[in-house]
Protein backbone atom coordinates (compact mmCIF):
# COMPACT_ATOMS: atom_id res chain seq x y z
CA UNK A 1 0.00 0.00 0.00
CA UNK A 2 1.01 3.57 -0.65
CA UNK A 3 3.10 5.25 1.96
CA UNK A 4 -0.08 8.07 2.32
CA UNK A 5 -2.99 5.57 2.77
CA UNK A 6 -3.18 5.29 6.37
CA UNK A 7 -5.38 7.39 8.35
CA UNK A 8 -4.32 9.34 11.61
CA UNK A 9 -7.63 9.47 14.61
CA UNK A 10 -7.95 10.78 17.38
CA UNK A 11 -11.45 10.76 19.19
CA UNK A 12 -13.96 11.06 16.52
CA UNK A 13 -11.93 12.48 13.96
CA UNK A 14 -10.28 10.53 10.71
CA UNK A 15 -7.43 12.24 8.85
CA UNK A 16 -6.45 11.13 5.40
CA UNK A 17 -3.16 13.37 4.52
CA UNK A 18 -2.60 12.88 0.83
CA UNK A 19 1.22 13.73 0.04
CA UNK A 20 1.36 13.05 -3.81
CA UNK A 21 -2.21 12.17 -5.51
CA UNK A 22 -1.00 11.59 -9.22
CA UNK A 23 -3.70 8.90 -9.62
CA UNK A 24 -7.58 8.59 -10.84
CA UNK A 25 -8.27 6.66 -7.61
CA UNK A 26 -7.06 6.12 -4.44
CA UNK A 27 -8.44 4.03 -1.16
CA UNK A 28 -7.18 4.53 2.37
CA UNK A 29 -6.19 1.89 4.75
CA UNK A 30 -8.60 0.58 7.23
CA UNK A 31 -9.78 2.73 10.05
CA UNK A 32 -11.77 1.51 13.22
CA UNK A 33 -14.76 3.89 14.34
CA UNK A 34 -17.12 1.83 16.56
CA UNK A 35 -17.41 -1.79 15.38
CA UNK A 36 -16.77 -1.45 11.77
CA UNK A 37 -14.06 -0.43 9.41
CA UNK A 38 -14.12 2.10 7.56
CA UNK A 39 -12.41 3.44 4.18
CA UNK A 40 -12.03 6.31 2.36
CA UNK A 41 -11.64 6.42 -1.56
CA UNK A 42 -11.14 9.65 -3.79
CA UNK A 43 -11.56 9.39 -7.39
CA UNK A 44 -10.79 12.66 -10.22
CA UNK A 45 -11.94 12.13 -13.58
CA UNK A 46 -10.89 14.72 -16.62
CA UNK A 47 -13.25 17.90 -16.35
CA UNK A 48 -15.56 16.62 -13.23
CA UNK A 49 -15.04 17.20 -10.02
CA UNK A 50 -13.43 15.27 -6.94
CA UNK A 51 -15.28 12.39 -5.65
CA UNK A 52 -15.35 11.34 -1.96
CA UNK A 53 -16.70 8.50 -0.92
CA UNK A 54 -16.78 6.73 2.61
CA UNK A 55 -17.99 3.17 3.38
CA UNK A 56 -17.36 0.13 6.03
CA UNK A 57 -15.17 -2.23 4.71
CA UNK A 58 -17.23 -5.02 3.93
CA UNK A 59 -17.73 -7.91 6.93
CA UNK A 60 -20.06 -10.77 8.48
CA UNK A 61 -20.14 -7.09 11.26
CA UNK A 62 -21.45 -4.81 8.30
CA UNK A 63 -23.47 -6.56 6.85
CA UNK A 64 -25.67 -7.82 10.03
CA UNK A 65 -25.39 -4.98 11.58
CA UNK A 66 -24.96 -1.69 8.94
CA UNK A 67 -24.38 1.58 10.71
CA UNK A 68 -26.10 4.42 10.27
CA UNK A 69 -23.60 7.36 10.39
CA UNK A 70 -23.81 10.84 11.37
CA UNK A 71 -20.98 13.22 9.45
CA UNK A 72 -19.19 15.54 8.33
CA UNK A 73 -16.47 15.80 5.64
CA UNK A 74 -13.73 18.79 4.92
CA UNK A 75 -10.95 18.80 2.15
CA UNK A 76 -8.23 21.12 2.32
CA UNK A 77 -5.11 22.24 0.62
CA UNK A 78 -1.96 21.11 3.02
CA UNK A 79 -0.96 24.14 4.60
CA UNK A 80 -2.46 26.09 7.41
CA UNK A 81 -3.82 29.07 4.84
CA UNK A 82 -5.95 26.86 2.72
CA UNK A 83 -9.53 27.50 4.18
CA UNK A 84 -11.47 24.25 3.92
CA UNK A 85 -14.27 22.90 1.27
CA UNK A 86 -16.89 21.91 4.43
CA UNK A 87 -19.76 19.43 3.61
CA UNK A 88 -23.06 19.76 5.08
CA UNK A 89 -23.90 17.36 7.82
CA UNK A 90 -24.56 13.74 6.24
CA UNK A 91 -26.79 11.08 7.82
CA UNK A 92 -26.55 7.74 5.95
CA UNK A 93 -27.37 4.28 6.17
CA UNK A 94 -24.19 2.17 4.84
CA UNK A 95 -24.44 -1.10 3.44
CA UNK A 96 -22.54 -0.15 0.35
CA UNK A 97 -19.66 1.34 -1.22
CA UNK A 98 -21.71 3.07 -3.11
CA UNK A 99 -23.98 4.66 -0.41
CA UNK A 100 -22.30 7.66 0.54
CA UNK A 101 -20.39 10.27 -2.70
CA UNK A 102 -19.45 13.38 -2.15
CA UNK A 103 -18.83 15.57 -5.40
CA UNK A 104 -15.92 18.17 -4.79
CA UNK A 105 -16.57 21.57 -6.95
CA UNK A 106 -13.00 22.63 -5.94
CA UNK A 107 -9.47 22.63 -7.43
CA UNK A 108 -7.26 20.85 -4.67
CA UNK A 109 -3.11 20.52 -5.45
CA UNK A 110 -1.42 16.91 -5.25
CA UNK A 111 -1.04 17.24 -1.77
CA UNK A 112 -4.11 17.93 0.40
CA UNK A 113 -6.03 16.65 3.22
CA UNK A 114 -9.58 14.84 3.88
CA UNK A 115 -10.99 15.20 7.73
CA UNK A 116 -14.40 12.96 8.08
CA UNK A 117 -15.93 14.09 11.61
CA UNK A 118 -18.42 11.29 13.02
CA UNK A 119 -21.18 13.11 14.85
CA UNK A 120 -22.63 10.04 15.79
CA UNK A 121 -23.11 6.16 14.98
CA UNK A 122 -26.53 3.92 15.55
CA UNK A 123 -26.71 0.03 14.58
CA UNK A 124 -29.49 -1.95 14.87
CA UNK A 125 -30.12 -4.68 17.72
CA UNK A 126 -29.51 -8.26 16.19
CA UNK A 127 -33.18 -8.94 17.70
CA UNK A 128 -34.55 -6.47 15.79
CA UNK A 129 -36.11 -2.50 16.67
CA UNK A 130 -35.05 0.78 16.33
CA UNK A 131 -31.49 1.75 16.08
CA UNK A 132 -29.53 3.22 18.48
CA UNK A 133 -26.21 5.11 19.53
CA UNK A 134 -23.55 3.69 20.10
CA UNK A 135 -21.97 6.47 22.12
CA UNK A 136 -23.19 8.01 25.70
CA UNK A 137 -25.41 10.63 25.56
CA UNK A 138 -27.81 12.10 27.81
CA UNK A 139 -29.67 9.90 29.27
CA UNK A 140 -28.45 6.79 27.59
CA UNK A 141 -26.94 5.03 30.88
CA UNK A 142 -30.00 5.13 32.93
CA UNK A 143 -32.16 3.83 29.77
CA UNK A 144 -29.17 0.85 28.99
CA UNK A 145 -29.77 0.29 33.30
CA UNK A 146 -32.95 0.03 32.45
CA UNK A 147 -33.19 -2.31 29.66
CA UNK A 148 -30.33 -5.06 31.80
CA UNK A 149 -32.48 -4.30 35.43
CA UNK A 150 -35.75 -5.62 33.56
CA UNK A 151 -33.60 -8.44 31.43
CA UNK A 152 -32.64 -9.48 34.99
CA UNK A 153 -35.99 -9.77 36.16
CA UNK A 154 -37.12 -11.17 33.12
CA UNK A 155 -34.86 -14.46 34.19
CA UNK A 156 -35.74 -13.89 37.69
CA UNK A 157 -39.60 -14.16 36.66
CA UNK A 158 -38.86 -16.60 33.78
CA UNK A 159 -36.15 -19.27 35.49
CA UNK A 160 -37.51 -19.17 39.24
CA UNK A 161 -34.32 -17.47 40.21
CA UNK A 162 -34.48 -17.60 43.76
CA UNK A 163 -38.03 -17.97 44.03
CA UNK A 164 -39.00 -17.79 47.46
CA UNK A 165 -43.41 -18.14 47.01
CA UNK A 166 -45.89 -19.99 45.45
CA UNK A 167 -49.04 -18.78 43.61
CA UNK A 168 -52.15 -21.45 42.99
CA UNK A 169 -53.88 -20.66 39.88
CA UNK A 170 -57.39 -21.94 38.32
CA UNK A 171 -55.05 -24.38 36.68
CA UNK A 172 -51.73 -24.15 37.84
CA UNK A 173 -49.04 -23.00 39.77
CA UNK A 174 -46.14 -20.01 39.61
CA UNK A 175 -43.06 -18.80 41.07
CA UNK A 176 -42.27 -15.59 42.27
CA UNK A 177 -40.68 -13.15 44.46
CA UNK A 178 -42.26 -12.06 47.85
CA UNK A 179 -40.22 -8.46 47.31
CA UNK A 180 -41.35 -7.80 44.41
CA UNK A 181 -44.96 -8.80 44.81
CA UNK A 182 -44.83 -6.88 48.15
CA UNK A 183 -42.90 -3.44 46.60
CA UNK A 184 -45.90 -3.84 44.12
CA UNK A 185 -49.02 -3.87 45.84
CA UNK A 186 -49.72 -2.91 49.74
CA UNK A 187 -52.08 -6.40 49.46
CA UNK A 188 -49.22 -8.41 49.03
CA UNK A 189 -46.94 -6.34 51.50
CA UNK A 190 -49.74 -7.31 54.11
CA UNK A 191 -50.17 -10.55 53.47
CA UNK A 192 -46.05 -11.34 53.96
CA UNK A 193 -45.93 -8.37 56.89
CA UNK A 194 -47.99 -9.76 59.00
CA UNK A 195 -49.13 -13.07 60.15
CA UNK A 196 -51.33 -14.53 57.55
CA UNK A 197 -51.37 -17.79 56.14
CA UNK A 198 -49.39 -16.96 53.09
CA UNK A 199 -46.33 -15.87 55.43
CA UNK A 200 -46.61 -18.98 56.70
CA UNK A 201 -46.94 -21.09 53.89
CA UNK A 202 -45.23 -18.79 51.31
CA UNK A 203 -48.09 -19.41 49.07
CA UNK A 204 -50.82 -17.36 47.39
CA UNK A 205 -54.07 -18.88 46.12
CA UNK A 206 -55.28 -16.93 43.14
CA UNK A 207 -57.24 -18.89 41.58
CA UNK A 208 -60.01 -16.36 39.91
CA UNK A 209 -57.55 -16.57 37.27
CA UNK A 210 -56.06 -18.93 34.84
CA UNK A 211 -52.13 -19.39 35.28
CA UNK A 212 -51.97 -17.59 31.56
CA UNK A 213 -53.75 -14.30 32.84
CA UNK A 214 -51.90 -14.71 36.54
CA UNK A 215 -48.49 -15.19 34.35
CA UNK A 216 -49.19 -12.10 32.68
CA UNK A 217 -50.19 -9.79 35.73
CA UNK A 218 -46.66 -10.75 36.86
CA UNK A 219 -45.03 -9.73 33.29
CA UNK A 220 -46.42 -6.50 34.33
CA UNK A 221 -45.15 -6.35 37.84
CA UNK A 222 -41.61 -7.04 36.92
CA UNK A 223 -42.07 -4.97 34.29
CA UNK A 224 -41.68 -7.47 30.95
CA UNK A 225 -45.33 -7.46 29.88
CA UNK A 226 -45.72 -7.04 26.13
CA UNK A 227 -48.92 -5.29 24.52
CA UNK A 228 -50.31 -8.38 22.95
CA UNK A 229 -50.51 -9.73 26.59
CA UNK A 230 -51.91 -7.07 28.17
CA UNK A 231 -54.76 -6.70 25.37
CA UNK A 232 -55.83 -10.40 25.70
CA UNK A 233 -56.27 -10.08 29.35
CA UNK A 234 -56.94 -6.41 30.26
CA UNK A 235 -60.26 -7.77 31.86
CA UNK A 236 -58.45 -10.40 34.21
CA UNK A 237 -56.07 -7.85 34.99
CA UNK A 238 -58.40 -5.10 35.70
CA UNK A 239 -60.21 -7.59 38.06
CA UNK A 240 -56.56 -8.27 39.73
CA UNK A 241 -55.92 -4.58 39.53
CA UNK A 242 -59.03 -3.83 41.85
CA UNK A 243 -58.13 -6.57 44.55
CA UNK A 244 -54.25 -5.89 44.80
CA UNK A 245 -54.88 -2.34 45.09
CA UNK A 246 -52.43 -1.35 41.56
CA UNK A 247 -53.41 1.62 40.89
CA UNK A 248 -51.23 2.42 37.39
CA UNK A 249 -52.62 -1.07 35.90
CA UNK A 250 -55.95 -0.10 37.01
CA UNK A 251 -55.85 3.04 34.99
CA UNK A 252 -53.90 1.39 31.97
CA UNK A 253 -57.15 -0.94 31.78
CA UNK A 254 -59.26 1.43 31.55
CA UNK A 255 -57.53 3.50 29.25
CA UNK A 256 -57.53 0.45 27.00
CA UNK A 257 -61.28 -0.25 27.60
CA UNK A 258 -62.28 2.88 26.60
CA UNK A 259 -60.80 2.72 22.88
CA UNK A 260 -62.75 -0.43 21.45
CA UNK A 261 -66.38 -0.20 22.65
CA UNK A 262 -68.83 -0.95 20.22
CA UNK A 263 -72.41 -2.86 20.70
CA UNK A 264 -71.61 -6.39 21.36
CA UNK A 265 -69.70 -5.79 24.07
CA UNK A 266 -70.76 -2.08 25.62
CA UNK A 267 -73.70 -3.16 28.07
CA UNK A 268 -70.67 -5.76 29.41
CA UNK A 269 -68.10 -2.98 29.85
CA UNK A 270 -70.76 -1.11 31.43
CA UNK A 271 -71.27 -3.17 34.27
CA UNK A 272 -67.47 -3.59 34.72
CA UNK A 273 -67.51 0.25 34.75
CA UNK A 274 -69.57 -0.32 37.29
CA UNK A 275 -68.37 -3.08 38.94
CA UNK A 276 -64.62 -1.46 39.68
CA UNK A 277 -66.03 2.35 39.93
CA UNK A 278 -64.38 3.51 36.71
CA UNK A 279 -66.20 6.70 35.90
CA UNK A 280 -64.26 7.47 32.32
CA UNK A 281 -65.82 4.13 31.25
CA UNK A 282 -68.68 4.27 32.84
CA UNK A 283 -69.72 7.57 30.93
CA UNK A 284 -68.43 6.35 27.98
CA UNK A 285 -70.58 3.71 27.50
CA UNK A 286 -73.93 6.03 28.51
CA UNK A 287 -72.76 8.78 25.96
CA UNK A 288 -72.12 5.40 23.32
CA UNK A 289 -75.63 3.97 24.05
CA UNK A 290 -77.84 7.49 24.89
CA UNK A 291 -76.16 10.19 23.00
CA UNK A 292 -75.59 8.07 20.03
CA UNK A 293 -78.54 6.38 19.93
CA UNK A 294 -76.90 2.82 19.96
CA UNK A 295 -78.94 1.46 22.64
CA UNK A 296 -81.16 0.37 19.48
CA UNK A 297 -78.75 -2.15 18.42
CA UNK A 298 -78.66 -3.46 22.23
CA UNK A 299 -82.52 -3.87 22.26
CA UNK A 300 -82.65 -7.58 22.33
CA UNK A 301 -79.78 -7.97 25.30
CA UNK A 302 -81.06 -4.95 27.75
CA UNK A 303 -83.43 -7.26 29.13
CA UNK A 304 -81.03 -9.54 30.36
CA UNK A 305 -78.73 -7.00 31.41
CA UNK A 306 -82.01 -5.05 33.51
CA UNK A 307 -82.01 -8.38 35.29
CA UNK A 308 -78.53 -8.63 36.32
CA UNK A 309 -77.73 -4.94 36.99
CA UNK A 310 -77.23 -3.03 40.03
CA UNK A 311 -80.25 -1.34 40.83
CA UNK A 312 -78.30 2.46 41.67
CA UNK A 313 -76.37 1.46 37.61
CA UNK A 314 -80.32 1.03 36.50
CA UNK A 315 -81.22 4.48 37.88
CA UNK A 316 -77.92 6.48 36.52
CA UNK A 317 -79.13 4.90 33.09
CA UNK A 318 -82.72 5.90 33.68
CA UNK A 319 -81.06 9.76 34.31
CA UNK A 320 -79.24 9.60 31.15
CA UNK A 321 -82.47 8.60 29.27
CA UNK A 322 -84.01 11.69 31.10
CA UNK A 323 -81.02 14.00 29.93
CA UNK A 324 -80.61 13.22 26.56
CA UNK A 325 -84.22 12.53 25.52
CA UNK A 326 -85.95 15.67 27.43
CA UNK A 327 -88.27 17.85 25.33
CA UNK A 328 -86.78 20.63 23.21
Not at 284 to 289: D, E, K, M
Amino acid sequence: MAADSKVEMISRLAQWRIENFGLPYRKSDPFKVGIWNWHLSITIEKTRPLYIRLFPEPSRVSKEQPPIARFVLRVSNAGPSHRPYISPIHERLFRTSDDFVWPVNSTFHARFIIDVEFLDLKIFPLNGGEANSIWPSDGMMPSLAAQSTLRCLSRMLDEAIHADVTINTADGTLRAHKAILSASSPVFQSMFHHNLKEKESSTIDIVDMSLESCMTLLSYLYGTIKQEDFWKHRLALLGAANKYDLADLKDSCEESLLEDINSGNVLARLQEAWLYQLSKLKKRCLTYLFEFGKIYDVIDEINTFFRQADRELMLEMFQEILTVWKPA
